[in-house]
């Protein structure tokens, strides 16, 4: 099992994540090879411009504004030199415009090329996060919440974006600075720089030292906000329960003091990397102005110039600017490392439940539906391996046959349900359709062939028509509409406001309990299926809901073989066979006549369960 807890790695591997985990990225960058080199010849230019204007400040100042400072002391020479030097000027003030013309295209190419990565690469990871989490079985569902999961594709994402749109390019160009700066630094004195250079390792180290402690509090303000939106997520989705019992002050103080806590844990990022930030400046600047002062004393005993000076405070700016920004840019860095992590850990997330590498075709199918056979399946819930949900299940459905499946509450009705769909695997028997082990069916072969029509039916934000063709996307609207006839669903959808377009609101809010049943039958049949899976819904419908339901579930039931998990009398008394399940097992089987001169459990239960809402008897 790869995927236990997505949200939390203990301390020691988080430590060990660090920057090299952004090397997982490199699958999502490589289709972009070409507007990385565009971009890395941009930053060239770029970089390669910035470093030019120091030099051209130089010869301003030693050739044009010196030179011209010496005609005018010598009268004698002062026309012929003022020409000379005039020239000068001219020629380096329009070299350093040049230089600047280069270096305002090349950093707006940059700036472009490089943002639109940043925006690319973050669609295309959350289009394959979130491609990928769909495709997981229900248990992975079970131990990942999903507000979890938004978070990472929303937040993580957008750190991501941060690195790639930004601090790559900002650590090449800084990196680029820093090494070219350093180099006109040595041409410019040498002797100068090997000090710098010697103070460097001073200020280095405490910033690297640094930098760690930052990282680690990154992962832990993510976690802390993946957290909050976790809660927010489920009681959102439980609004009318939270509402319904006046929890709406507990539950906002739950999501309060996970907020608090996502604060609190910034803020003790943000303190670290203040220090860092108060720390690199100090360091850097205490450095440079040790340095400068220096050089004040060369340019008096005149080992250097004026000019050599200037130009040597110009790159001393940018290679301590570079520094600056290069640590600025290793938190943002290690940020996304924290991030990356978390998004390849959910990325990494195999599914329990995998298509066979060589997927078996399903017989042709027969006029009457399919074969379901179970052949002594014992399940158990991945988390629950000590209590079989069913155990030693047998059973042989004949093509065309409605078997009523009825038992206590926990009884496993759901679960055969959840094993046919082969959502999970038994862990001993076999389950076969037409005589084929749904394993070694194409997965969407298997679901293809079977129908659906869950106890509580999920109404997407669609019209009505949509929400019908959901399980048949190329489904023409005559068809759909035949569909929703069967289903006794077309008068009431021709009544909405605007029919079969009607937005049927977010969870089918806008209809009734007896109204998203018919659409979730007339969606399961719109497919056609040869099995037919259906859960009845416990709550009471009204007598004309309940009539339409059956008179639709009849209609649904033609032509294939039909599993009803049945809470109605009239469901069960039209069943060819019911099954009984108790505690995993199938303890009785027959018609209702049999079962209920058996005495036992099916005969309890009708008289406790069946009474209450008995229809008059088909
Ligand atoms: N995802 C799960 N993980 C662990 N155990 C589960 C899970 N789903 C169900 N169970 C357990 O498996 C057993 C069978 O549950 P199942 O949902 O199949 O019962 P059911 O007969 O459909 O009940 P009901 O009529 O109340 O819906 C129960 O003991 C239940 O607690």
């Known amino acids: 099992m790869t995927t236990r807890n997505t949200g939390k790695t203990d301390p020691e591997t988080s ?3 660090s920057l090299a985990t952004l090397r997982g990225l490199s699958p999502f960058l490589r289709p972009y090879r070409r507007q990385f080199l565009l971009a890395g010849i941009a930053l060239l230019f770029a970089a390669g411009a910035t470093l030019a204007i120091p030099a051209a400040f130089k010869q301003m100042i030693d050739l044009g504004f010196g030179a011209a400072g010496a005609a005018s002391a010598t009268a004698a020479a002062g026309a012929a030199i003022e020409g000379g030097s005039l020239e000068h000027i001219n020629a380096t003030f329009l070299a350093l415009f040049g230089v600047a013309a280069v270096l305002a295209v090349a950093t707006a190419a940059r700036f472009y090329m490089v943002s639109w990565l940043g925006e690319r690469v973050t669609a295309d990871i959350r289009s394959a996060v979130y491609g990928h989490v769909v495709r997981q079985s229900p248990e992975f569902f079970e131990t990942t919440r999903t507000g979890e999961v938004l978070s990472r594709l929303t937040t993580d994402t957008t750190l991501i974006q941060t690195v790639v749109g930004t601090s790559i390019s900002l ?18 004195s040498p002797r100068l720089t090997s000090i710098i250079l010697g103070l460097l390792v001073l200020v280095v180290l405490p910033i690297v030292l640094f930098g760690r402690r930052v990282r680690k509090l990154s992962r832990d303000s993510q976690d802390r906000i993946a957290d909050a939106s976790a809660v927010a997520g489920e009681i959102l989705n439980a609004m009318p329960t939270v509402q319904a019992f006046t929890r709406e002050g507990h539950e906002s103080g739950r999501f309060g003091k996970e907020v608090e806590g996502a604060f609190t844990t910034a803020m003790r990022r943000i303190r670290a990397r203040s220090t860092l930030t108060m720390l690199a400046i100090v360091l850097i600047f205490g450095a440079i102005v040790f340095v400068l002062w220096l050089g004040a004393h060369a340019v008096l005993e005149g080992t250097m110039t004026g000019g050599d000076l200037g130009q040597f405070i110009l790159y001393a700016g940018i290679v301590a600017g570079s520094v600056g920004a290069l640590s600025e840019v290793m938190g943002d860095a290690q940020r996304a490392a924290g991030a990356t992590e978390r998004l390849l850990e959910l990325l990494g997330a195999q599914s329990e439940i995998q298509d066979p590498l060589q997927p078996k075709a399903l017989p042709a199918r027969t006029e009457n539906g399919a074969r379901v056979t179970l052949d002594d399946v014992t399940f ?8 079989a949900a069913l155990s030693h299940l047998a059973l042989d459905i004949r093509p065309g046959e409605t078997v009523a499946v009825v038992g206590p509450s926990g009884a496993g009705k759901t679960t055969l349900f959840q094993l046919l769909l082969r959502f999970y695997d038994p862990q001993a028997g076999a389950i076969r359709l037409d005589g084929v082990d749904v394993r070694d069916l194409a997965l969407h072969t298997l679901r293809g062939a079977v129908g659906i029509v869950p106890q509580d039916t999920v109404i997407f934000s669609l019209d009505a028509m949509e ?6 996307p190329d489904a023409s609207d005559d068809e759909v509409i035949a569909a929703a006839r069967m289903a006794a669903a077309h008068d009431f959808i021709e009544r909405l406001p605007q029919g079969y377009t009607s937005f049927l609101g977010e969870r089918g809010v806008r209809l009734s309990g007896g109204q998203r049943q018919r659409i979730a039958i007339a969606r399961a049949l719109l497919k056609n299926p040869p099995l037919l899976l259906l859960d ?15 008179r639709a579930l009849e209609a649904a039931m033609v032509g294939r073989t039909t599993i009803i998990i049945a809470h109605r009398l009239a469901t069960v ?7 009984v399940l108790d505690e995993g097992r199938i303890v009785e089987s027959g018609t209702h006549a049999e079962l209920i001169a058996l005495r036992g459990v099916y005969a309890n239960l009708a008289a406790l369960q069946f009474q209450t809402h008995a229809p008059v008897a088909a």
Do not use: C, H, W
């Open 573 to 579: 008394q039209r069943a060819d066979r019911i099954i």
């Open 171 to 188: 650590a090449l160009r800084n990196t680029l600075l820093f090494f070219g700066g350093l180099v006109m630094l040595f041409v410019t």
């Open 467 to 472: 929400n019908i063709r959901y399980g048949r």
């Open 380 to 387: 158990a819930y991945p988390s629950r391996l000590d209590e």
């Open 536 to 550: 009845e819904a416990t709550s009471a419908l009204d007598a004309e809901s309940e009539r339409l339901v059956q």
């Open 15 to 17: 430590r060990k994540s």
